[in-house]
């Protein structure tokens, strides 16, 4: 009478090649993950220091706006001055409003690619555990 034949188990070598062959695979997907989270973190902070530099030139023209306001003012004494301190404040509104969206942008950011980070914790984790199960 025949026995079945027990299924081999992996040797060895096989196991140190699936292992480096996963390893590779392993860090070349977090180094993609990485470079995902990093560029659209980039990208956002493109965003917010374009509302600040966009608040800037705002707050530039609301100071033009404020002398040209001022000489009206002072020269005229005329309804024109009134004009030009609405455009003045007006300028000064939207100079505040864009620089505060790029403000909280910028907030926004942290440096750390944190997917990344937690899943790198995650897979070292998992091979601590897979090793103590391993030598025991």
Sequence with gaps: MS??????????PELMTRLSEQTSRLVRDE?????????A????????????????????????????????GLALILPAWAAALIVT???????????????KRLEELSPAPERTITNVKLDVAE????????TR
């Excluded at 026995?3 to 060895?12: F, L, N, Y």
């Excluded at 091979?127 to 391993?134: G, M, N």
């Design 41 to 72: 973190k980039a990208r956002q902070g493109g965003i917010g220091a374009g509302f600040l530099g966009v608040g800037g030139i705002l707050a530039w023209f609301g100071v033009g706006a404020l002398i040209t306001t001022s000489i009206l």
């Design 31 to 39: 180094v993609r993950l990485a470079q995902a989270e990093l560029t």
């Design 3 to 12: 026995h079945p034949a027990k299924p081999s188990e992996p040797t060895v």
């Design 127 to 134: 091979v601590k555990e897979h090793t103590r199960h391993d």
């Design 89 to 103: 404040a007006v300028l000064f509104i939207a100079a505040a409003i864009t620089a505060l969206l790029g403000k």
